[in-house]
């Protein structure tokens, strides 16, 4: 038996408008729809107008791969971010996101299980075309050099470059744990340890020394140091090691970020029955939202994240327009929250 067949827009895909359809709609040339969409080109208002009315009509949305091809830019940047158990990284995510997404820009986003990984994830970044790239892991002199090589612009996000290679924005972490370091001694605190992170991690081991470093400053040497990887677990198996120590259990734990911190407290509290801040006193560094939970209240530093992420995408921003414009780096002070897991003066 032979079949029907039936005209059917199940089958017969409905052709998109172009900007040669609004053109001609619009009565202008293309290149007028193309200057219409392309932000900071010259048009008359009424002309824009005019387009902007026919193409909402004709249901009308310039293409960004047909604009990029014209431009000779993407809109896209790269971020470089680690994947290790971190409550601050996600923040730091979302808010460059937002910032990006406010300038037109897309995310193209590269995670890391550790920072030593970058060689990898650089080889995927040059298969792409980004404008540029911010990157919140550790580079080499050498990466940074590849950048500036291929003529993309970079910003390090809480980390600097050494001699000037590229721009970067950072939280002022050595002040931050000084800040802590000074509260906790002059509360009486006088036998400490430290949690720390990897040390393939920047920012871990920029406040591991300043922690240690400020503590040696005023007589403390000896320091029962255990390392973590950013988590929880890390933090509640560095409690449990620091409480087996032949030093004996510490007055201070400074914990390098706050989830490790969440984590301490836990194993003290509920695996090692301690009293917090009583027994023990115990600080991250951060300022997550988790951190100030009514069953944490971890005293902390908090990092400015919003000004560190408007100043990353501004800087990255004045450097896709301008490749020469020189390196700089702005550095931001953190502010000291006072929760309840710590004696402080």
Known sequence: MATTKTASASTARVRRATSYDVARAAGVSQSAVSRCFASGASIAPATRERILKVATEMGYRPNALAQGLISGRTNMVAVLISTLTNLFYPEVLAELSRQLTERDMRVLLFSLNAESDVDAIL????????????????????????????????VLYNRPARGGLAASVSCDSAAGERQLVDHLLAAGHRRFAVVAGPSDSYVGEERRRAALGWLAEHGIADVATVRGDFSYASGQMAMHALAQSRGGMPEAVICVNDLMGIGVIDAARVDLGLSIPDDISIVGFDGSDPAGWASYELTTIRQPVRRMTQAAVAMLAERIENEGTPAEHRLFEGELLRGSSARLT
């Open 123 to 154: 080889d995927q970044v040059w298969r792409h075309s980004v404008d540029g790239v911010i990157s919140a892991a550790r580079l080499s002199d050498d990466q940074v050099k590849a950048f500036a090589g291929r003529h993309i612009p970079l």
